[in-house]
């Protein structure tokens, strides 16, 4: 199996729920984007119609962290972060390229398995995050070559928040994410 073949398919993925924005944005759980929400000034700050120099000293001391751009990128994103769509096409390849690698190093049975199991695995993780993933069920059900375990395993990482609640986004993604690993099982 190519890893490219996993990389292209895993992008593909998850360019359908992360988004492209250009320039940096505040994480949806921070204070900052609240705010920015409750005074309907979020589409605003989003568009680039305000700027963070805009926004008065109140807005400024709240945390915005973890910033994001790209397709979801937050790793040294920064409240003044902007990229070129090359940056962030170039950006996200390499991170799934180090999220794919990690997933290897975790789950080595993936790697004589289809391109479509490691894709589907490699945006689940580029979602909710190596550390995660390496204690989940996912990762269990992988090593002990359960695929249809691995694959209900895949579908409990529909929730977010505090109480955990279903997130339709969420819940879709992790639908396609099983589906693409169950169409790679022999």
Do not use: C
Request: hydrophobic letters at 45%.
């Amino acid at each position: 199996m190519s890893n490219e073949v996993a990389v292209k398919i895993a992008v593909k993925v998850i360019k359908q729920f992360e988004g492209l924005s250009l320039r940096a944005y505040p994480d949806p759980a921070s204070p900052l984007h609240r705010a920015l929400g409750l005074h309907g000034m979020l589409k605003k700050y989003m568009d680039g119609a305000i700027l963070w120099d805009d926004l008065a000293d109140n807005f400024k001391a709240l945390s915005g962290a973890p910033w994001t751009a790209g397709w979801g990128e937050t790793q040294g994103v920064t409240k003044d972060t902007v990229y070129t769509l090359e940056e962030a096409e170039s950006r996200l390849i390499k991170r799934v390229e180090g999220f794919m690698a990690d997933v290897l190093k975790v789950s080595p049975k993936l790697s004589n398995e289809s391109a479509d199991k490691l894709a589907a695995v490699t945006s689940l993780v580029y979602n909710i995050g190596i550390t995660n993933y390496r204690s989940s069920t996912v990762a269990k059900m992988i090593a002990a070559m359960n695929w249809v375990g691995a694959a209900a395993g895949i579908l409990l990482w529909n929730k977010a928040g505090n109480p955990l609640k279903i997130v339709d986004g969420l819940d879709k993604r992790r639908k396609i994410e099983a589906a693409l690993f169950m169409s790679g099982v022999r």
